[in-house]
Every structure is written in C-alpha cells, then in structure tokens.
C-alpha cells in the first residue's frame, strides 16, 4: 500500500491533485477517503486534478466516474479538470467515457463551474423572498 | 505457453498492484527512447497497463517482457504479457466491448487491441495467456 492521496478543502471545495502514477489500491482508497470528507465536511464541490497524470485506464476512468457517482449520492459536484491531450485521445480509442462527470480545462475553470452551486437555487429564491417581504 | 524470448528483453513480475506502475514506467521509457508520438505513448503505456491487470486479476499473475525492437529503419516497442491462468474460453466474445468476465468494465483486451499497431493473443483453456503488442515510430 502506497501513500494516499492528499485532499485539500477551500471553501465548500475539495480538491484532488493526482501527482503521481496512480497504483490501483491507493485508486480506491482516494475514492473512499473522498466519500468520507464529503460527508464529514459537507463540502458542495470535488475537483479532481489529473494534469499529473500520463494514463487514464479504465481503472482509473472507472474510479472518476465512481467518485462522481458517490459524491452526487452525497448533493456535491465532481470536475475533473486538467487532462492532457494525448490521455483524452486515448481514452476515447479505449472506448472510455466518463459518463456524466463533469470535466474543464484547468482548476480555476473547475473553480468558476462550481461557484454557482455553492448557493443552492433553494437558498437564493429563500433570499429573493425576503428582499420583497423586506 | 512458451514464448519466444530475446536475450535484450527486459521481463518484470507481475503479481501485485505496484508491479503494473513498474510495467507502465518501463514501457514508458522505452516508448520515449523509440521515439514515439506523444500519442503513440500514451496509447501504448495505456494498453500496456490494461494488459498488466488481465494478467494479474484474470491470469493470477504472471509476467511482462518489454523490449526495444527494430526492422532497420523503424523502431519500436514491443511487450508479451504472459500467465499460466485459467485461459479465455471465448476469445471473440472476450475482446468484444463491454464483455467481462470479472467486474471491470469490458474494455481492457478490446480497448488495448484498438490502442496499438500489433496485436496477437494466443489462450488455451487451462494453460494461459500470452498477449504481445507493438507500436512502431512513424
């Protein structure tokens, strides 16, 4: 078992940098130690940037879009941002697709797709509501 | 399954998770002095990794063999993933997409085969596995 990955928290984010060649295990354990800080924090947003990845296989494109998956069940939203060229061209010869992950180009693109939803649509017609009570 | 072997190949065990990054970081490196595309590496180094796994979840482990190979005016790489598993039963319906025969996805031998120039497996129920692959420069 290798080192786990680290997971930052800014704001209501969490963000993943893949910084190293991905073993299989420490794939799944980043999917479960994900699942746990969503929860444990109640964070609205997971960026996950693979810029530091030289493969995405299907193990790992499995994993990305199980952590979208999970992180959806638990009301947040997961970008994958910083996939290279060459690993887009290939995934898609594999025959991998992400599903419905939500993919940008760069952190701060991953940042701006997630700004709107920090505020829940409940919370700003809530906050319309009051404006015209008040 | 006897393979035929060459004396400049570099042959790796592959029976644990952490093998697999060594079997991709070696293709790696020989993908880059062959003077592969960008591309042409990622697409190799990803059938490699995907070849690595059959032959550790589906063979119970075995071995890969990388080598540097050349025809005169091109080099390439070639790598022979080899186990002494159970074998594929059906191998049209193995390498179509999709079909699996444990819980990935399907696309491991069916994506690799799309991945690289050279393609060959060769199974029998019982004995093993032997798949080799190669990408040229272009």
């Known amino acids: 078992m290798s080192d786990g990955v680290p997971i930052l928290k800014i704001g209501s984010t969490l963000l993943v940098s893949i910084q190293v060649d991905l073993q299989d295990d420490t794939a799944l354990r980043l999917q479960e130690d994900l699942a746990e800080r969503i929860t444990r924090t109640g964070a609205r947003g997971v960026i996950i940037d693979i810029s530091g990845l030289e493969i995405v296989d299907s193990f790992i494109g499995r994993m990305l879009a199980s952590v979208a998956a999970i992180s959806h069940v638990l009301d947040a939203t997961t970008v994958v941002v910083g996939m290279r060229p060459a690993v887009a061209i290939t995934m898609v010869e594999l025959g991998l697709s992400l599903g419905d992950v939500r993919t940008a180009l760069d952190v701060e693109r991953g940042l701006a797709m997630l700004r709107p939803e920090d505020r829940s649509a409940e919370e700003i017609l809530l906050a319309a509501a009051e404006r015209e009570e008040g | ?138």
């Open chain 2, 1 to 138: 399954m006897t393979a035929a072997t060459s004396e400049t190949a570099e042959r790796l065990p592959v029976r644990a998770d952490s093998d697999v990054v060594k079997v991709r970081q070696l293709v790696r490196s020989l993908a880059q002095q062959a003077r592969l595309s960008l591309v042409d590496q990622t697409k190799l180094v990803t059938a490699a990794s995907e070849l690595a796994r059959n032959t550790l979840v589906y063979g119970g482990g075995g071995e890969a063999e990388v080598e540097l190979v050349s025809d005169g005016a091109r080099t390439g790489v070639r790598a022979v993933f080899s186990d002494e598993g159970p074998g594929i039963p059906d191998l049209d319906l193995a390498l179509t997409d999709g079909w699996t025969s444990g819980s990935g996805l399907g696309l491991g031998l069916s994506g690799s085969r799309r991945l690289v120039q050279h393609f060959a497996i060769d199974t029998a129920p019982g004995v093993g596995t032997r798949v080799e692959i190669a990408t040229w420069s272009r």
